[in-house]
T-cell receptor, first 113, second 113 residues
Framework: TQLLEQSPQFLSIQEGENLTVYCNSSSVFSSLQWYRQEPGEGPVLLVTVVTGGEVKKLKRLTFQFGDARKDSSLHITAAQPGDTGLYLCAGGQWAGTASKLTFGTGTRLQVTL | KAGVTQTPRYLIKTRGQQVTLSCSPISGHRSVSWYQQTPGQGLQFLFEYFSETQRNKGNFPGRFSGRQFSNSRSEMNVSTLELGDSALYLC????????????FGNGTRLTVT
C-alpha cells in the first residue's frame, strides 16, 4: 500500500507568515498533484508536477517535486486568510488502462489576521 | 462548463439499509473515480470507471459497488450500511490519460445512525 505522509497535520499562523508543507512517500509516482479543499466543497487542483526536481510557482505558492519523484513540498509566502483550507498532496499512478491517485493525510492550514 | 454534480448532498440512513449515490461528470470526461473521506482516514480511493468498466478498485469490502453508464454518469451503492460508513463520498471526473487531474464534485455527506 502506497502511503503519502504529510507534515505538519495542522498549522495555525498569522497573516504575512511563510510556511512549508511536506509530502513524503517511499513510492515513486508518475506525477504529484496538490489540491486545496474548503469546508463543504470537494478538493480543487492547485498544480501538477511530473518531472523530478520540477519547481512550479502559482502566485505566492511554490511547489517542488523531489528528484526521485517520491516527495514534494508546498511553500506559501506571506500567507493570507484566503489560504485557509485543507491541503492535500496526491501521487498519480498510471497503468495504461487504469489510473489512481493516492492522497496524502492532509494539512489543515488556518491563517488569522 | 458545468462541473461535477453529485446527488444527493446529504443523506441519513439507518444501519442495515442500502444507499445509492449519483455522479454526473464534466461533459467530455469519461473517467469517473469515487473516494471516501473521513476525519480519521482522510481521502481513500474506492474505484475508478472508464467506458462502463471498473478499471481500478481500492481496499473496500464488497458492500461497496459502483457502475458507469454509457453517458459516463456513475452511481455507487453501499449495501448493509454500518455506522463506520458515515463519511463524505466524493466523485471526480477526468480525462482518461496519464497525469490528468481530478475534478471533484462537492460530495454526498452520508450519516448512518
Amino acid at each position: 500500500t502506497q502511503l503519502l505522509e504529510q507534515s505538519p497535520q495542522f498549522l495555525s499562523i498569522q497573516e504575512g507568515e511563510n510556511l512549508t508543507v511536506y509530502c513524503n512517500s517511499s513510492s515513486v509516482f508518475s506525477s504529484l498533484q496538490w489540491y486545496r479543499q474548503e469546508p463543504g466543497e470537494g478538493p480543487v487542483l492547485l498544480v501538477t508536477v511530473v518531472t523530478g526536481g520540477e519547481v512550479k510557482k502559482l502566485k505566492r505558492l511554490t511547489f517542488q517535486f523531489g528528484d526521485a519523484r517520491k516527495d514534494s513540498s508546498l511553500h506559501i509566502t506571506a500567507a493570507q486568510p484566503g489560504d485557509t483550507g485543507l491541503y492535500l498532496c496526491a501521487g498519480g499512478q498510471w497503468a495504461g488502462t487504469a489510473s489512481k491517485l493516492t492522497f496524502g493525510t492532509g494539512t489543515r492550514l488556518q491563517v488569522t489576521l | 462548463k458545468a462541473g461535477v454534480t453529485q446527488t444527493p448532498r446529504y443523506l441519513i440512513k439507518t444501519r442495515g439499509q442500502q444507499v445509492t449515490l449519483s455522479c454526473s461528470p464534466i461533459s467530455g470526461h469519461r473517467s469517473v473515480s469515487w473516494y471516501q473521506q473521513t476525519p480519521g482516514q482522510g481521502l481513500q480511493f474506492l474505484f475508478e470507471y472508464f467506458s462502463e468498466t471498473q478499471r481500478n478498485k481500492g481496499n473496500f469490502p464488497g458492500r461497496f459497488s459502483g457502475r458507469q453508464f454509457s453517458n459516463s454518469r456513475s452511481e455507487m451503492n453501499v449495501s448493509t450500511l454500518e455506522l463506520g460508513d458515515s463519511a463524505l463520498y466524493l466523485c471526480a471526473s477526468s480525462w482518461h490519460r496519464e497525469n490528468s487531474p481530478l475534478h471533484f464534485g462537492n460530495g454526498t455527506r452520508l450519516t448512518v445512525t
